[in-house]
């Protein structure tokens, strides 16, 4: 019995060859691993500037892949189109609110806060949505994105027809203006994607919707509210937006028209993955470009510009009316702005191609230009003047907002046009949340609706020369981060080689104490008895 236990218990001598071997394996390895420091640092710097080479080389073929594979025209155009159609339907409230509200607004009696805050607050909510506009399009796709927006928008105009109060159409504009930053952040993306060389066109048949929108809408409007009083002018422009469905449904994925589909097709994944982790996860990394100087000088300009020109455009019927204009003077006004916007959008190409003029002098030269034609438009005392003003303030307005895909291509890649814009809307919900309401004040103070538009004026003034100031700074900061960024993580992987080094040495250590005890007689008379 007790010979049967003692032969299951292994002997001390088995115990000592067995530990013995394996101490003898570990140290040939770590005799391996050892073996000329010198060269096997050299070897690890090798291997780090190697691995660091290739991440940035796989980035750099990544974005040559997507620029190759880019169909640059077929069915781009159809796109192109589709997103003139959406500019000119979706951007109805944000610039011809006063158009649309202003009479039944002041028949109410609406104090100017309250009106500031019924325009700001959806276009507040619009940019927070915006915000996770790329996290959605990267889970849902741009058509099913597109199309909800699209029908929010529509049946959110439609139902401001029947508003009998100032709350109530508060909360309707809510609505309507709440999709508005989504839309015109996927189609700027979307064509940034579809097009390569061509995509200074495509991209200024793109914004011609918002000028057709300034050029057409206004007189539209007039004209309906004249035949069909407020109800049926609303009613009417409500079904023209339906027509934003038709138009989002031909956002195909790029990968559907590329012109190399083998290397740019992506599978799909066996499992479904939880959309919401995925929208969180990008709206983290999206979170992450606050970081980058480039975003900032990029997104912060543009926030103010995109912020006072829609205040500036919805506070234009509201200034003339008050100063003895009538409702079609304003139209006149604001169809010159639309009218010089077309002739902006001829112009940018023709800079662009013929004349080899970079997307951020022209960004730069617009931002100069916005505050100076405001400034006129007040401080005009006759009809034509203020047009004139306003037909300046179209052309800035027409640079900025052609320029801006553009320059994101050109300073951060195609690929990063989303997420700049996404993320571009907290900056823009800044904006909306203290010029807004801020304008409001200096109205109620004040007591003139001219004067109010200093408050847009002067913020575009002192943010006007950013982009072209501190752009170089923020290139330098950003490339000093970044060897920065590389230059720890070479040091955090080098110190994880060593912790994994440590344990062999402590293994050898008490396996050598081990067979050292085992040998031992009163081991063995421990282990026998």
Known sequence: MYFRSYHKIPTPAKMQQELCSSCVKLGSAERDADHSPGAGTNEQNAQNATAKSKTEGSAV???????????????????????????V???IIDL????????????????????????????VISCIIGIFAGPMVGVFGWRKVAMVMAVVNSLAVIISAFATTDVFLFFTSLAAGSTVGSQLIITNSIICQYFTRRRDIANTIMILGSSVNMVVIPYLLTYLHAEYGFK???????????????????????EWHSRNPPHCRTQEPDDKPDHLRVMLHAFKSNLLLLKSSRVIVIALPHAVYFTAVVFTSSYIPFVMQTTGYTLEESAYCLTMVGIFHILARVIHPCLSFAFGVSNFLIMAAGYGGLPIALVGFICGMDLHVKAASMAVFGIAMSFVGASIGPVITDTL???????VLSV????????????????????DLS???????????????????????????????????EQQSSQMKAKKEEMELKKQSRPVKC???????LSRSCSTPAYERRQLS
């Open 89 to 91: 339907l979706a951007e």
């Open 424 to 443: 571009k809307g907290l900056f823009d919900a800044t904006g909306f949340l203290i010029i807004g309401p801020l304008t409001g004040m200096v109205k």
């Open 507 to 513: 293994f050898k250590e008490t396996s050598y104490l």
């Open 447 to 481: 007591g003139s609706y001219t004067s109010s538009l200093y408050v847009p004026a002067a913020c575009m003034f002192f943010l006007s020369f950013l982009p072209f100031i501190c752009m170089p700074a923020a290139k330098t900061h950003d490339r000093r981060r």
């Open 61 to 87: 073929d990544e974005e040559m892949d997507m620029e190759d594979a880019a169909p640059d025209g077929g069915w781009g155009w159809v796109v192109a189109w589709a997103s003139f159609v959406t500019w």
């Open 232 to 254: 049926g002018a609303i009613l009417i422009t409500g079904g023209a937006c339906l027509n934003q469905i038709p138009a989002s449904m031909v956002f195909h994925p790029v």
């Open 413 to 419: 890649g195609a690929s990063m046009v989303l997420r």
């Open 96 to 123: 011809n609110f006063g158009m649309l509200f202003s009479g039944i607004l002041l028949e109410m009696g609406t104090s100017t806060i309250f009106i500031s805050w019924i325009y700001s607050a959806g276009l």
